[in-house]
């Protein structure tokens, strides 16, 4: 992965129509994802940024009576069409929740999870993972003294770091965020957006906001939906400045939703 | 009319109505509550006085009585009062069978929660309601005419055993562990599931790793409370068991419980005589015992994680 220049695409969504039962929710999206990018969808509710962004690691298979028709290509491989390695694709692809969701377990066994289900066992290098994975979300000092204490007695800001943490265990090459500062302070929120700045370095990054300041500080590209329909997707600074369409700029500029 | 009554006099008519009713529903309910309360307490009483008799009164050691196996209360000359033959039974066929309907009703739990969420639900949930509206005398029945052949020919023995009460008491319990299980996993979040999967586990990974340490103390909650029906059961028990005095040596061995001995010996002995005083002193184990699995209970429910 590290060949690829940042050109490249990593997804490229063709076409991508989606149906809950009869509703459709998504409206022949069109939608390229570059390398080492940070993507920031916006839009107001309803208007299908959860549904696409879950269609990018088929988390949306969990929700029964979905259909799909066109191309979510992942690396050049079509996940809807070819038989997909959807353990591969998740560990590849990894996800944070709009509320924090930490396991009940311990903060050590939370972090541990996803390597040991992927067939890791031996002590020494889990303790390297997840040292390193909370250094990564600036967890380590705030918790290294009690690593087995339970998770959920962290607060909701140290909770969400836990579960980046926890979702960067799996070495993924792109990160999906789904409204992850919605639930917290403005503290809490601006530690997880510098958190953000660090690791686009390393990681593709797709984030669902509601913020605007939000997605104008922290992303390349940003993307805006309405009504299942991907009205525009371009540059962060063009889109704020000099959206294309009209309805982009009612919506940045507050005259709706 | 109504409009020349000053606002003030208004509020505080209105209030003063709203305050009667409000009274009266408190003492409703203050009554319910302590009528439970009382009958609660008055059994305890009645059972711990009667019970106590026994061995305040009739002077029978409380060791030899729960642990001597030796029962003969008839006996003229030496009469032996040894309940330890039914009190094995009691647990054994407790323990058996909630080792039968544990991973049964939580499996159908997972099954119904987790694999076939859409028509598992309904088909084992109409099952699962008329195994509870079954009486026990139906269940008993069955063991009977059905199970009780069925043990004699295929495994030995008499047919009537604890095997044979155990597989009993397991279909009975079966829906209490069952729908108790099912709650607990349905109760839990959504996100649980997610955060799992979206780090690549699978289903099944998902449920054992995840899911049942989540609701664990939930799930031993049902299983206890499965063992608690079981305990007290009675007639479907007597009717399948052989009700023995001797302690069994085999599970296909006959054997008694405590309640079943109760029910079995409280018409024929005379109220006031030792016999029927050592019926009591069974009933009031029986009410520790409730108390004890009450005090599990509470404990699993104060560890509950979600
Ligand atoms: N599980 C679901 N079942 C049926 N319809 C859904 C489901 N989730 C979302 N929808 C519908 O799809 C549309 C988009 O929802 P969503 O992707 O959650 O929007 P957003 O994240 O932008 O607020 C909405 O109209 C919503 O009602
Ligand atoms: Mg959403």
């Not at chain 1, 809950?20 to 990018?37: M, Q, R, T, V």
Request: charged content about 20%.
């Amino acid at each position: 992965m590290s060949t690829l220049t940042t050109t490249e695409r990593v997804f490229d969504v063709k076409d991508l129509n989606l149906w809950y039962g009869d509703n459709l929710a998504l409206k022949s999206i069109n939608f390229p994802i570059h390398y080492n990018e940070v993507t920031a969808i916006i839009g107001p509710s309803g208007c299908g940024k959860s549904t696409f962004i879950k269609t990018l690691n088929l988390m949306i298979n969990m929700i029964p009576g979905v259909k799909m028709s066109g191309e979510i290509n992942y690396r050049g491989k079509n996940i809807l069409s070819d038989k997909v390695d959807l353990v591969e694709l998740r560990k590849n692809v990894g996800m944070v929740f709009q509320k924090g969701n930490p396991f009940p377990q311990s903060i050590y066994d939370n972090v541990a999870y996803g390597p040991r289900i992927h067939g890791l066992k031996k002590k020494q290098e889990l303790d390297e993972i997840i040292e390193k994975s909370l250094i990564d979300v600036a967890l380590w000092d705030e918790v290294k003294d009690r690593l087995n204490a339970p998770a959920m007695g962290l607060s909701g800001g140290q909770q969400q770091r836990l579960c980046i943490a926890r979702a960067l265990t799996t070495k993924p090459e792109v990160l999906l965020m789904d409204e992850p500062t919605s639930a917290l302070d403005p503290i809490s929120t601006s530690k997880i957006e510098e958190l953000i700045f660090e690791l686009k370095e390393k990681y593709t990054i797709v984030i669902v906001t509601h913020n605007m300041q939000q997605a104008s500080r922290v992303s390349d590209k940003t993307a805006f939906f309405l009504m299942g329909e991907l009205i525009e997707l371009d540059d962060t600074t063009k889109v704020f400045s000099q959206p294309y369409d009209q309805r982009t700029e009612d919506y940045i500029s507050g005259r709706f939703g | 009319m109504e409009k020349s009554v000053p606002a003030k006099e208004r509020l505080i008519k209105s209030k003063n109505s709203r305050m009667n009713g409000e009274a009266r529903g408190r003492m409703l309910v203050t009554a319910s509550a302590l009528i439970m309360i009382f009958a609660t307490v008055a059994i305890t009483i009645f059972l711990g006085s009667k019970g106590l008799q026994t061995f305040t009164k009739n002077g029978i050691s409380p060791i030899e009585f729960i642990t001597s196996t030796k029962w003969d209360p008839t006996n003229a000359e030496s009469p032996l009062y040894g309940a330890f033959p039914f009190i094995f039974g009691s647990f054994a066929v407790t323990f058996l069978s909630a080792l039968v309907a544990a991973p049964l009703g939580i499996g159908g739990a997972i099954f119904m929660t987790e694999i076939a969420p859409s028509w598992g639900r309904k088909v084992l949930q109409p099952v699962i309601e008329l195994l509870v509206g079954i009486p026990s005398v139906v269940y008993g029945f069955i063991g009977l005419s059905v199970l009780v052949p069925f043990i004699r020919e295929n495994v030995g023995g008499l047919g009537f055993s604890l095997l044979t009460g155990t597989i009993v008491l397991s279909i009975m319990i079966l829906p209490t562990v069952t729908s108790i299980a099912t709650d607990a996993m349905a109760s839990l979040p959504t996100a649980l599931r997610e955060g799992s999967l979206a780090l690549g586990a699978t289903r099944w990974q998902t449920i054992r790793k995840v899911l049942i340490p989540a609701a664990s103390p939930t799930l031993l909650t049902a299983v206890v409370l499965g063992m608690a029906r079981a305990f007290g059961e009675a007639l479907a028990v007597q009717m399948v068991i052989g009700n023995v005095r001797t302690l069994p040596s085999s599970i296909i061995d006959a054997s008694a419980t405590l309640t079943t001995i109760i029910t079995l010996n409280m018409g024929h002995t005379t109220y006031g005589s030792i016999e029927n005083n050592t019926l009591w002193s069974m009933g009031l184990l029986l009410l520790i015992m409730s108390f004890a699995f009450i005090l599990v209970i509470r404990y699993l429910s104060a560890r509950r994680k979600i």
